[in-house]
């Protein structure tokens, strides 16, 4: 009997034993799903510490958003994957886990979520009377470098805090969430503490986010300034995420095509013990056969040779009595 090739199955996927079938949503439940969990991330990461008084430590925010993407993931992570940042699935896509037309239409919907949150608190802000600019307020919570930075960090900082930000962020999710990994179930838990901490660190150098799709909706509503600075956002995580991609694509490719050459190699050996067995124990039939038909010729040879002598036997037997009765012994 040859040993099975193990199959792989998807990370959400459920166990062949409990029952239940692995359930794929279409590409519009995903990219529902993707918008309006972008969304909720960037209302929560951005709401807090537009309405945090005094905005004196940035843990009250940093924590507030990790949440919201670890609660974010728990809600929606089982339809599209809870990405809700570009960063996130242009990871994916490289390590080869999401196709480039999907990955695509993802980050279209995280811009679209991430526009409708930032554009949910502008229009709150409006509404208050304290506050005479909106956009002056949005500032505030914007990602910039250089004199728009809290301690004026140059570009060169802030960019590579971005770079390195985005690939420990992907790489934790990325790993999480493996095919052989064993911690799928606290994916949702590391990867918003990981943002946590990352934003206690972001923020207190120039608001960086790690999240081109948050960094484009507090940036439309913010000064011009902004939209100027905005593709330091976009290019360093993207190459962050890239890098971490990279990465994992080269954990994974190796690992697989191991794991199959051994299952062939496995299939292989088991094929050929099974033959050796196969003709040992035909060899083993034929010997015993063979062994049968000398015990049998043996046993022939020795009957012939009992005959014979039995035969043999009779005569002297007779002339010996003939003897004693010519002797006078017999009467």
């Not at 909720?40 to 945090?52: E, Y």
């Not at 008084?53 to 925010?61: F, G, M, N, T, Y």
């Not at 993931?73 to 809700?84: I, P, R, T």
């Amino acid at each position: 009997m040859t040993t099975p090739v193990p199959v792989h199955h998807a990370h959400n996927a459920e166990p062949s034993g409990s029952g239940a079938v692995p359930v794929r949503y279409g590409l519009a439940a995903r990219l529902s799903a993707e918008a309006f969990g972008s969304l909720f991330v960037v209302v929560a990461g951005l709401g807090v510490p537009l309405f945090t008084i005094p905005q004196s430590s940035p843990l009250p925010a940093a924590l507030a958003a990790g949440l919201a993407v670890t609660a974010a993931m728990l809600a929606f992570g089982y339809v599209s994957g809870g990405h809700f940042n570009p960063a996130v699935t242009v990871g994916h896509a490289v390590a080869g886990r999401i196709r480039l037309g999907d990955a695509a239409a993802y980050i279209g919907a995280q811009l679209a979520g991430a526009l409708l949150g930032a554009l949910a608190l502008f229009a709150i802000l409006r509404t208050l009377p304290s506050i005479q600019d909106s956009r002056t307020a949005f500032d505030t919570v914007t990602a910039g470098f250089g004199e728009h930075s809290i301690i004026q960090a140059p570009m060169a900082a802030v960019l590579l805090l971005e770079v390195l930000g985005a690939a420990i962020l992907v790489a934790v999710f990325l790993g999480t969430t493996a095919r052989n990994g064993m911690n799928k179930a606290a994916t949702p838990v590391a990867v918003g503490l990981a943002f946590a901490v990352l934003l206690q660190l972001g923020q207190s150098v120039g608001n960086t986010p790690f999240n081109p799709a948050r960094a484009t909706g507090s940036a439309i509503f913010s000064s011009t300034w902004s939209l100027e600075q905005l593709w330091v956002f976009w290019v360093a995580p993207l190459a962050g995420a890239a890098i971490a991609g990279l990465v994992f694509r080269s954990f994974a490719d190796p690992g697989s095509a191991g794991a199959a050459s051994a299952a062939v190699s496995a299939d292989a050996a088991e094929g050929d013990t099974e033959e050796s067995d196969e003709l040992d124990e035909a060899d083993v039939l034929d010997g015993s056969q063979d062994l049968d038909k000398a015990d049998l010729g043996k046993s022939d040879l020795d009957a012939s040779a009992g005959t014979a002598a039995d035969r043999a036997a009779v005569p002297a037997s007779k002339s010996d009595e003939a003897q004693e009765f010519f002797d006078g012994k017999r009467g």
